[in-house]
């Protein structure tokens, strides 16, 4: 009879302990995407496309602070876009967008640089920058990458994998960006949130399983 009741507390302390070890989880799920390094200077402060303002706005400030004199964007693909323009209709691209913010917050244009490419994907940015180092045309050791904060855990998992591939040795820093309306400690009080860790991780996934190789 004692063995059965202490086989019961040992079982119910077990699936306690899983239980609170599972909640935990859940409430850190948010706050393990946003990756956050202590910013050294660095060669060029590369800006990942996607939603453009608060991105846009977190590279102004690490530049400002001197991390970097060079900033990057990748051009990201516009479906449709030579459809209009054989109309006479021009319209920017995010990287043109983000390119004319920065310019007029004071920083020069020479010191910014759109690399050519139609970007679907956080791997198609990697890709056409390490190609772009492989090739010479910049001369870069290290990069500080900026995007939305549960976008930074992801896109820094891709670009140290991309230079890897490309035999590149490149010290890559994150900065999400804190202009953004994520909340990671609480991201399940928030419905956009909520959908953004949970497409996250199933992109996390999916990236290890499938397209790392």
């Known amino acids: 009879m004692i063995k059965k ?34 910013l050294q200077s660095s ?17 102004n400030d690490v530049y400002k602070a001197g991390m970097a004199e060079k900033i990057l964007i990748i051009n990201n693909i516009q479906v449709g876009r030579e459809e209009l323009e054989a109309k006479g209709i021009f319209v920017p691209t995010q990287a043109q967008l983000a390119i004319n913010a920065l310019s007029k917050m004071h920083i020069p244009d020479s010191l910014m640089f759109i690399l050519p490419g139609s970007a679907v994907r956080t791997r198609d940015e990697a890709d056409t920058l390490a190609k772009a180092i492989a090739r010479n045309e910049f001369d870069i050791k290290s990069v500080i990458l900026v995007s939305s904060p549960a976008h930074m855990r992801r896109s820094s998992m891709i670009f140290k994998n ?21 909340h990671p400690e609480q991201w399940w009080k928030h419905r956009e949130n909520a959908k953004y860790v949970f497409l996250e991780y199933v992109k996390i996934i999916f990236y290890l399983l499938f397209e790392q190789w």
């Open 5 to 38: 009741r202490s086989r019961r507390w040992f079982i119910a302390g077990l699936l306690l302990a899983i239980f609170i070890l599972m909640f935990i989880s859940f409430r850190q799920a948010g706050s393990y995407l946003v990756k956050t390094d202590h």
């Open 43 to 59: 060669d060029a402060i590369v800006i990942l496309m996607g939603s453009t303002v608060d991105r846009v706005l977190e590279a």
């Open 162 to 182: 991309s230079f890897k591939k490309h035999n590149l040795d490149i010290k890559v820093l994150s900065a999400p960006s804190k202009y953004s309306d994520f």
